[in-house]
């Protein structure tokens, strides 16, 4: 006639032994205690039950099998009919998180954080929206008479305001099933019955309230009394009559729900947000030992950051002084391996060779010699340059006065020159040489340009003391050779440049009939710098590398003491319904904001370095991709490393956390 729903929690012959894992048959039973021997007992919603005992009798073990945060070694435990031995991991952290609410003697808050933000933690876990969560928080510890209490830390609060918070933080999400394991063992008397007449109330409201104490007096005050010693029920003064009870829990129904609350987890922006915050506290506290161990990162960052900046200026440095004459350059010199001879000779006829070579834009005779150049009564030595008319595209050097000689003047062995900046102002001083007559080695030449200072570059002592004459004119009217001191090759495509090198070589060798002459590349010697300098920055970059490395075993060393010192806040997660990807997720999170502060550290560092170092006069280029990359490999170094610690803290068992320490 009346259709009998399954009893919200039943136990089976509960058993839980420590020590060994499995129990011989024969004896040696002195290694395993069996601190549960054979409980069996069902409790139906809205009861008001208190288990009672003696201390050591079982009490917090059994309470800690029947919230789910243990599992019995044998027996069986039914929630609404269902076996929970078939439950995973997440559908245990959803009943702990949606059935039940914890409260412990002492009161296990987590003291970093306030008192809402204690009350909120099940409401993270299951999901609520911020609003939603500060909003329940609020109301219920306002109704618990902490109006003006909401933002104090734990340690801010009496024993009796604490136990209040906790039973708040229990009563979250619904707390159908409050579990309250001496909740007034750690109070005076006085606070002690304002607790439990709280208790009391809410039972009144239909939740399930099972409280766990030694006190019989305590326990006189609930509507159920079951008594407890050396792990085994002895007395039981059985469930009061099914009209009185109110049960706020439909528990059929909360269980019908599960697959769906399961599947349903915290959003990610609250959890990240919660995780940020509690992140960023643990670091505020522990700010020295926290920036002690971030050094590692801080310099890591920080010399990748400098070191790149200072190669790439130095690279840029090298690679203009070579753009003084351009890269794409190729010179034929004289000489060679001709074991018989001095060295052969190069004339104009291997400069129209080499200028039919592909790829070749122009070929031009260079002589070289010393003259003397008298202006008035001021004489000097001076290095000669006869060139051509293309001299201005070959070495890429343009009068800053005047003109340059014409195809003209070199056919015609014209008497023109142009001065180095040098000797204009040894021969004129500041005045306009174009037009002036001086005389080389004696012979007039007009002066009909000054050329642009070059500077000093590598290998040349200094470009800016010489003068230059046509080719023509040098050789015959000063030099007297037909000669070449070098031919001066300008190339079109630099890819090409060892191709290009290499065909000269085969042209000329088959007009001289041997190999008296050498080619010299200089695009190749510009790579070669180019790579000394890349082989120099990765170097550096390794180094960097290595110190991030070390920066990385900082972050795990804090995360390992973190995880260490906090066990206890995990325990009271992991009781409040975080899963364990919950956990994982929040040291993760604080690994990675711990090593986002040592990043960020690092670039300022860097920043500051290298504008020290500019400001020093030491070239240095700063790159984003540099900055960027070093602050990424700190944010993954921090992520590898934590995830280690992160996993240890998620992999915990609920019972050892809770009751570290
Ligand atoms: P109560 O809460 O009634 O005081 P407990 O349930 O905490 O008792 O403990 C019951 C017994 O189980 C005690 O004798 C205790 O020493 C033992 N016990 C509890 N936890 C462990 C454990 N992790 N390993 C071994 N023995 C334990
Ligand atoms: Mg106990």
């Given at each position: 006639m009346v259709s009998h729903a399954p009893p919200l929690i039943e136990l089976r012959n509960i058993v839980k032994s420590y020590g060994a894992n499995t129990a011989s048959a024969?004896?040696?039973?002195?290694?395993?205690?069996?601190?549960?021997?054979?409980v069996s007992l069902s409790i139906e919603a809205g009861e008001f039950v208190a288990i009672v005992g003696a201390s050591g009798s079982g009490k917090s073990t059994l309470m800690h099998i029947l919230g789910c945060l243990d599992r019995p070694s044998a027996g069986q435990y039914l929630f609404a009919g269902r076996d929970?031995?078939?439950?995973s991991a997440d559908e245990l952290a959803w009943l702990r998180r949606e059935a039940f609410g914890f409260v412990f003697q002492d009161y296990h808050?987590?003291?970093?954080?306030s008192a809402r933000e204690n009350v909120e933690m099940p409401a993270i876990y299951s999901g609520a929206s911020e609003a939603e969560r500060r909003r329940r928080a609020d109301d219920l510890l306002i109704r618990l008479g902490l109006d003006n209490r909401l933002d104090h830390r734990p340690n801010q609060l009496s024993g009796g305001q604490q136990q209040r918070v906790s039973i708040c933080r229990a009563l979250?999400?619904?707390?159908?099933i409050v579990l309250a394991d001496e909740?007034?063992?750690?109070?005076d008397s006085k606070t002690g019955a304002e607790v439990m007449r709280l208790l009391e109330d809410l039972a009144g409201d239909g939740h399930t309230i099972i409280l766990i104490t030694h006190d019989r007096d305590v326990a006189a005050r609930a509507r159920r009394i079951i008594e407890i010693r050396d792990g085994q029920i002895i007395a039981d003064s059985g469930a009061p009559a099914r009209a009185s009870r109110r049960a706020s829990l439909d528990a059929g129904a909360l269980v019908a729900s599960m697959t769906a609350g399961v599947a349903r987890s915290a959003s990610f922006g609250a959890d990240l947000r919660d995780a940020l915050r509690a992140a960023w506290r643990v670091m505020w506290i522990n700010s020295f030992r926290t920036l002690l161990t971030l050094l590692g990162i801080v310099i890591g960052v920080a010399s990748v950051i400098v070191m790149m900046a200072i190669g790439a200026g130095t690279q840029k440095q090298v690679l203009e002084k070579m753009a003084t004459?351009?890269?794409n350059r190729l010179y034929v010199i004289p000489g060679g391996d001709?074991?018989?001879?001095p060295g052969g000779t190069l004339s104009l006829d291997d400069v129209s060779i080499v200028r039919d070579?592909?790829?070749?834009t122009a070929a031009m005779p260079f002589l070289n010699s010393t003259v003397t150049v008298r202006y008035g009564n001021i004489d000097a030595q001076s290095p000669l340059w006869a060139v051509t008319e293309e001299a201005p595209r070959v070495l890429n050097w343009k009068p800053v006065r005047g003109v340059f000689f014409s195809a003209d003047d070199e056919r015609r062995l014209a008497t023109v020159v142009l001065l180095g900046k040098r000797v204009r102002e040894k021969l004129?001083?500041?005045?306009?040489?174009?037009g002036h007559y001086i005389l080389v080695n004696n012979v007039p030449f007009q002066v009909i340009g000054e050329l642009e200072e070059k500077g000093a570059?590598?290998?040349?002592?200094?470009?800016?003391?010489m003068i230059m004459v046509p080719w023509s004119t040098g050789s015959?009217?000063?030099?007297?050779?037909?000669?070449?001191s070098w031919i001066s090759v300008l190339i079109d495509r630099l890819d090409l440049a060892d191709e290009t090198a290499q065909k000269i070589n085969q042209t000329l060798e088959r007009a001289?009939?041997?190999?008296d002459f050498e080619v010299y590349n200089q695009a190749a010697s510009v790579k070669a710098q180019t790579e000394t300098q890349s082989t120099l920055t990765l170097m550096l970059g390794l180094i960097a590398a290595i110190s991030l490395v070390v920066g990385g075993i900082g972050v795990m060393n804090i995360m390992l003491m973190t995880v260490r010192e906090r066990t206890r806040e995990i325990g009271i997660r992991i009781a409040t319904g975080a899963r364990q990807r919950d956990i994982l997720r929040q040291f993760v999170t604080e690994a990675t904001v711990v090593s986002c502060v040592g990043g960020t550290l690092g670039v300022a560092a860097g920043l500051i370095i290298g504008t020290g170092l500019i400001a020093a006069g030491i070239p240095a280029i700063f790159s984003i991709r540099a900055i960027l990359g070093a602050f990424t490999c700190a944010l993954l170094t921090g992520l590898v490393f934590g995830f280690m610690p992160a996993r240890q803290a998620a992999r915990l068992d609920p019972v050892v956390a809770l009751t570290s320490e």
């Amino acid at each position: 006639m009346v259709s009998h729903a399954p009893p919200l929690i039943e136990l089976r012959n509960i058993v839980k032994s420590y020590g060994a894992n499995t129990a011989s048959a024969d004896g040696a039973q002195s290694a395993v205690t069996r601190v549960l021997d054979g409980v069996s007992l069902s409790i139906e919603a809205g009861e008001f039950v208190a288990i009672v005992g003696a201390s050591g009798s079982g009490k917090s073990t059994l309470m800690h099998i029947l919230g789910c945060l243990d599992r019995p070694s044998a027996g069986q435990y039914l929630f609404a009919g269902r076996d929970i031995a078939g439950f995973s991991a997440d559908e245990l952290a959803w009943l702990r998180r949606e059935a039940f609410g914890f409260v412990f003697q002492d009161y296990h808050l987590i003291a970093t954080e306030s008192a809402r933000e204690n009350v909120e933690m099940p409401a993270i876990y299951s999901g609520a929206s911020e609003a939603e969560r500060r909003r329940r928080a609020d109301d219920l510890l306002i109704r618990l008479g902490l109006d003006n209490r909401l933002d104090h830390r734990p340690n801010q609060l009496s024993g009796g305001q604490q136990q209040r918070v906790s039973i708040c933080r229990a009563l979250m999400n619904g707390g159908h099933i409050v579990l309250a394991d001496e909740p007034t063992g750690a109070l005076d008397s006085k606070t002690g019955a304002e607790v439990m007449r709280l208790l009391e109330d809410l039972a009144g409201d239909g939740h399930t309230i099972i409280l766990i104490t030694h006190d019989r007096d305590v326990a006189a005050r609930a509507r159920r009394i079951i008594e407890i010693r050396d792990g085994q029920i002895i007395a039981d003064s059985g469930a009061p009559a099914r009209a009185s009870r109110r049960a706020s829990l439909d528990a059929g129904a909360l269980v019908a729900s599960m697959t769906a609350g399961v599947a349903r987890s915290a959003s990610f922006g609250a959890d990240l947000r919660d995780a940020l915050r509690a992140a960023w506290r643990v670091m505020w506290i522990n700010s020295f030992r926290t920036l002690l161990t971030l050094l590692g990162i801080v310099i890591g960052v920080a010399s990748v950051i400098v070191m790149m900046a200072i190669g790439a200026g130095t690279q840029k440095q090298v690679l203009e002084k070579m753009a003084t004459f351009g890269s794409n350059r190729l010179y034929v010199i004289p000489g060679g391996d001709n074991p018989r001879g001095p060295g052969g000779t190069l004339s104009l006829d291997d400069v129209s060779i080499v200028r039919d070579v592909p790829n070749v834009t122009a070929a031009m005779p260079f002589l070289n010699s010393t003259v003397t150049v008298r202006y008035g009564n001021i004489d000097a030595q001076s290095p000669l340059w006869a060139v051509t008319e293309e001299a201005p595209r070959v070495l890429n050097w343009k009068p800053v006065r005047g003109v340059f000689f014409s195809a003209d003047d070199e056919r015609r062995l014209a008497t023109v020159v142009l001065l180095g900046k040098r000797v204009r102002e040894k021969l004129f001083g500041a005045t306009d040489p174009v037009g002036h007559y001086i005389l080389v080695n004696n012979v007039p030449f007009q002066v009909i340009g000054e050329l642009e200072e070059k500077g000093a570059t590598s290998g040349d002592a200094d470009n800016d003391n010489m003068i230059m004459v046509p080719w023509s004119t040098g050789s015959y009217r000063l030099v007297g050779t037909t000669n070449l001191s070098w031919i001066s090759v300008l190339i079109d495509r630099l890819d090409l440049a060892d191709e290009t090198a290499q065909k000269i070589n085969q042209t000329l060798e088959r007009a001289h009939r041997l190999h008296d002459f050498e080619v010299y590349n200089q695009a190749a010697s510009v790579k070669a710098q180019t790579e000394t300098q890349s082989t120099l920055t990765l170097m550096l970059g390794l180094i960097a590398a290595i110190s991030l490395v070390v920066g990385g075993i900082g972050v795990m060393n804090i995360m390992l003491m973190t995880v260490r010192e906090r066990t206890r806040e995990i325990g009271i997660r992991i009781a409040t319904g975080a899963r364990q990807r919950d956990i994982l997720r929040q040291f993760v999170t604080e690994a990675t904001v711990v090593s986002c502060v040592g990043g960020t550290l690092g670039v300022a560092a860097g920043l500051i370095i290298g504008t020290g170092l500019i400001a020093a006069g030491i070239p240095a280029i700063f790159s984003i991709r540099a900055i960027l990359g070093a602050f990424t490999c700190a944010l993954l170094t921090g992520l590898v490393f934590g995830f280690m610690p992160a996993r240890q803290a998620a992999r915990l068992d609920p019972v050892v956390a809770l009751t570290s320490e």
